[in-house]
Nanobody, 119 residues
Framework: VQLQASGGGLVQPGGSLRLSCAAS????????IGWFRQAPGKEREGVSC????????YYADSVKGRSTISRDNAQNTVYLQINNLKPEDTAVYYC?????????????WGQGTLVTVSS
């Protein structure tokens, strides 16, 4: 069972990135997926999430209006597109898969992908 985050890199301010969160060994269909980030010296914060049931989405104020989270169940992957990147978006981005049908909930974390926004 593995959750793999990828797609980070160095990008100039105003640029875009699409982060991927790919699962192996389990099916993402039944999991709510969240993206989190942790900037140097700061606590991890939630960025966006998508539900397992109706596909409803949530965005933190810091990325709202310039981000889109989406699922591709055929690829067993969730994506986070961030546009108009800002230096304050620089962080390690992690994805998390959570199935609350179980008690306690089953939770998997990916290993993180580094996004650096700099000119």
């Amino acid at each position: 069972v593995q959750l793999q985050a990828s797609g980070g890199g160095l990008v100039q301010p105003g640029g875009s990135l699409r982060l991927s969160c790919a699962a192996s060994g389990f099916t993402l269909d039944y999991y709510a997926i969240g993206w989190f980030r942790q900037a140097p010296g700061k606590e991890r914060e939630g960025v966006s999430c998508i539900s397992s049931s109706d596909g409803s989405t949530y965005y933190a104020d810091s990325v709202k209006g310039r981000s889109t989270i989406s699922r591709d169940n055929a690829q067993n992957t969730v994506y986070l597109q961030i546009n108009n990147l800002k230096p304050e978006d620089t962080a390690v981005y992690y994805c998390n898969a959570r199935n609350s049908d179980y008690s306690p909930p089953v939770v998997y974390w990916g290993q993180g992908t580094l996004v650096t926004v700099s000119s």
